[in-house]
């Protein structure tokens, strides 16, 4: 039998859930590496999913604390599509995925697992990803580091 070895992944699991949005705290201070913020725009930001679906799962998210779209403004809603395709050039250049999965979890019954701050999810996908370990294992392959894809994908959003 072979073992697969996500050592990164406990961290998640061990670590105790702060109180608040981790959003909010992460656009408040100023280390966008550590954070996983690719881009911040005027009202809107690029962010690493710290846990991925796929490799180079990212979220586009409004620096307001907001938990529906429709308390958004109108620039905010721009930024937010803006953002999403510049996010998704970014990974068609350095990832180079078949497909994208693009949605956003209103409500804690529709999945969201960040029920209070809206955010839209972009998950690359390639043919043929979902293999036989999700559905016989309900875990997932990332084969990269949060920080390499990080350090490969600031680039893309460098203006």
Not at 1 to 10: D, G, S, Y
Not at 19 to 33: E, I, P, V
Not at 43 to 61: D, E, I, Q
């Amino acid at each position: 039998m072979k073992e697969l070895w996500a050592p990164w992944r406990v961290e998640y699991f061990k670590k105790a859930k702060d109180k608040g949005c981790f959003l909010c705290r992460s656009f408040a201070g100023r280390k966008d590496r550590q954070n996983h913020i690719l881009k911040r725009g005027k009202s809107c930001a690029v962010v690493m999913n710290r846990y991925p679906y796929t490799g180079g799962h990212l979220m586009v998210c409004p620096y307001r604390h907001i938990s529906d779209l429709k308390e958004m403004t109108a620039a905010e809603h721009a930024e937010l599509m803006k953002l999403t395709v510049k996010a998704m050039d970014a990974l068609k250049k350095t990832v180079k995925p078949n497909g994208f999965n693009i949605g956003i979890n209103l409500g804690e019954a529709a999945g969201a697992g960040l029920k209070d701050h809206v955010h839209l999810h972009i998950v690359p996908r390639w043919k043929g990803d979902t293999n036989f370990i999700t559905v016989m294992a309900d875990v997932r392959v990332v084969p990269q580091s949060l920080l390499e894809l990080w350090d490969i994908l600031r680039r893309e959003f460098r203006d």
